[in-house]
């Protein structure tokens, strides 16, 4: 596909019809190949590749490239840095495989139940997105002009990146999971880097370098899993049947530290935001379906390991203040694309700190909130680009009134918000599953972050929607421009965030609780019940009636209109009023963004201190304590 598409012309229909149709045929055989696991009832036979020479030799050569790109790119654009990670991570893998040390069991692949779940969430919201891109990056020159038009390259690295996903997932080999570990790595760069301006450039070389690091920590585990023949296992799968001795915990914990720069934790969730710098459809591909969520799905694997050690509680600590201090400072910006990317680090730090306890509660939270995440965030980083394409903005402050501009657009992104943290939509119900999960494990601290970031993520959310769906005097509807090549993402992705909350019991029982039989190897009782599912069911209608009410019921003909009241006497256009001093005055009405408390410039260095700290005495403890 990726190669199809950089041969085909720029503007051409041929290259839409080849996005759509090869994009569809890629989602119909993923869900193919999901539903065949998922109904098995025996996961075991979907085991390939066990003995293998040439695609062996193929990851070696992969690897050789990917090291001799970013060193040809950083010496481009002088980051030299990014040439020592590079090497530091990538030496020692190849140093295994070329002296037969590397660590290779018999099972290549493997598409297991969690791996099918992976399955449907990459190709079917992956793909998705990417068919959004195909009409979006028509329109994206119109408005940067700047900008060279290299849309063909942009969509061809899409593509490669959901392939390595697929190769990420489906991988048991531990060698070939660093593999496609980093060609992740390296398309995210490529892809923030699109624009070519300094800041761009900037954002991608912090993007490679965080995630590189992460690399040499998967390398590290690696090798001393190769140092170490007595550890008994060389596939991911065998991990989580191995005893949590002192040998097994030390590759678990540099795995995890690979995984925490992966999902944009702090210290690195600095990555994640300037990652916004390119096109919209590489922010909603990084920060929905594939890029942090690979960071998660190695914890989720490795969780039951850390049941009790020091790594699963540091992991969980680090989790819950990522997903605490990221939800304060997503309230103190009104940039919508921010806010988003604010939200995903405070959201992936919840799934962090799920999967940290190593309870059957935490990682069914975990895959949960994974799954409504990926869906939801999708949805509103697309609906948000075409917000910004219609009215010039994607401040959230213009969006007052986007009920009457855009009812369209509005009605859709009220769903997406809706999916992120309101009732019954499953962001909110794993949430409670979550706070069992930490009252089980007795923390406190863990209780007070979960609590106070849920409130703070409450305040956020419900200023964006509460802008939303106002209606005020002026308010009159704009040209939706909104093409419907990006309508064939933006609707499935909608729908498929109310089929959801139907599904829901559905998803616990076929979906989900399978995963935690063949990790724990024991049965937890459903969370959601039949009683449960009607209320939802109600809830959703009652949800539906809010952009509904304000669209056709609050702005009637027979409407009585009122002036705002304000601090003086209202000019008569809602826009200004007569001061005490009998003076004119503009009248700007705006959300509350606690800026003196703690914004950006107060709390984000801060916080990557004390993250950083809290890294560095996991580190410490557990692989320098073993050496």
């Not at 939200?343 to 949960?368: D, F, K, P, Q, R």
């Not at 009585?560 to 005055?585: C, L, P, Q, W």
Request: aromatic share 12%.
């Amino acid at each position: 596909m990726a190669i199809i598409i950089g041969c085909l012309k720029k503007t051409s229909v041929l290259r839409s019809a080849v996005i759509i149709i090869g994009g569809f045929t890629i989602m119909i055989a993923a869900i193919y190949v999901a539903v065949s696991v998922l109904t098995s009832g025996d996961t075991s036979q979907f085991v390939f590749l066990q003995h293998t020479e040439l695609p062996d030799k193929f990851v070696i050569a992969g690897e050789i490239f990917l090291m001799g790109l970013v060193c040809f790119l950083s010496i481009k654009y002088k980051k030299y840095y990014a040439i020592i990670f590079s090497l530091v991570g990538t030496i020692p893998v190849l140093w295994m495989d070329l002296t037969g040390r590397a660590v290779e069991g018999n099972m290549h692949l493997r598409i297991d139940t969690f791996a099918a779940v992976m399955y449907l969430i990459v190709g079917i919201v992956g793909i998705l997105i990417c068919i959004y891109a195909s009409g979006y990056m028509k329109d994206y020159h119109h408005h940067h002009t700047d900008v060279q038009d290299r849309s063909n390259y942009f969509l061809a690295l899409m593509f490669v990146f959901l392939g390595a996903m697929f190769g990420l997932i489906s991988s048991d080999n531990l060698g070939w999971i660093y593999f496609f570990w980093e060609i992740t790595s390296v398309c995210s760069f490529l892809m923030i880097g699109y624009t070519r301006t300094q800041e761009a450039v900037d954002n991608s070389f912090r993007a490679l370098w965080m995630n590189l690091l992460g690399g040499c920590g998967f390398a590290a585990g690696l090798l001393y899993c190769s140092l170490n023949p007595e550890l008994g296992f060389s596939n991911l799968s065998q991990v989580t049947q191995t005893g949590a001795s002192e040998l097994v915990i030390v590759p678990v914990t540099l795995f995890a530290f690979a995984a925490l720069t992966k999902s944009a934790q702090f210290p690195f969730s600095r990555w994640l935001l300037g990652a916004m710098v390119a096109p919209t459809p590489s922010s909603a591909l990084l920060h929905s379906a594939t890029m942090v969520k690979i960071g998660v799905y190695m914890l989720i694997r490795v969780s039951p390991v850390m049941y009790g050690t020091l790594t699963g509680i540091m992991i969980t600590v680090i989790g819950g203040f990522t997903f605490f201090a990221a939800s304060l400072l997503a309230i103190t910006v009104s940039d919508g694309k921010k806010v988003l990317a604010y939200s995903t680090i405070s959201n992936l730090g919840l799934i962090t700190a799920c999967a940290g306890t190593g309870t059957t509660e935490g990682v069914w939270a975990a895959i949960m909130l994974v799954l409504f995440h990926a869906v939801s965030k999708s949805l509103l980083f697309q609906t948000v680009g075409d917000i910004e394409n219609c009215m010039g903005s994607r401040d959230i402050e213009d969006m007052h009134g986007l009920i009457i501009k855009l009812p369209r657009l509005a009605f859709i992104m009220i769903i997406g918000i809706c999916g992120m943290f309101m009732a019954p939509f499953g962001m909110l119900v794993s949430k409670w599953a979550a706070l069992k999960s930490f009252v089980d494990s007795g923390s406190v601290w863990l209780v007070l972050f979960l609590v106070f970031g849920s409130g703070s993520t409450l305040f956020y959310w419900a200023k964006w929607l509460g802008k939303i769906c106002a209606v005020i005097h002026q308010s009159f509807e704009l040209d939706d421009i909104t093409p419907r090549s990006e309508m064939i993402s933006i609707f499935p992705l909608t729908t498929m965030i109310v089929v959801m909350c139907f599904a829901f019991p559905w998803m616990s029982g076929h979906m989900v609780q399978p995963i935690l039989d063949e990790a724990f190897h024991t049965n937890i009782p459903d969370v959601i019940g039949t009683g449960d599912s009607i209320v939802m069911m109600i809830m959703v209608a009652m949800i539906f009636m809010i952009p509904i009410g304000s669209r056709f019921l609050s702005i009637g003909k027979n409407s009585k209109m009122t002036m705002s009241y304000v601090a003086g006497v209202n000019a008569g256009d809602d826009r200004h009023y007569i001061d005490s001093f009998g003076k004119e005055r503009a009248l700007y009405m705006s959300n509350w963004y606690m800026n003196d408390y703690f914004g950006e410039k107060k709390l984000l260095r801060p916080c990557i201190y004390v993250a950083t700290v809290l890294v560095a005495v996991m580190l410490i403890i557990v692989v320098g304590g073993a050496f």
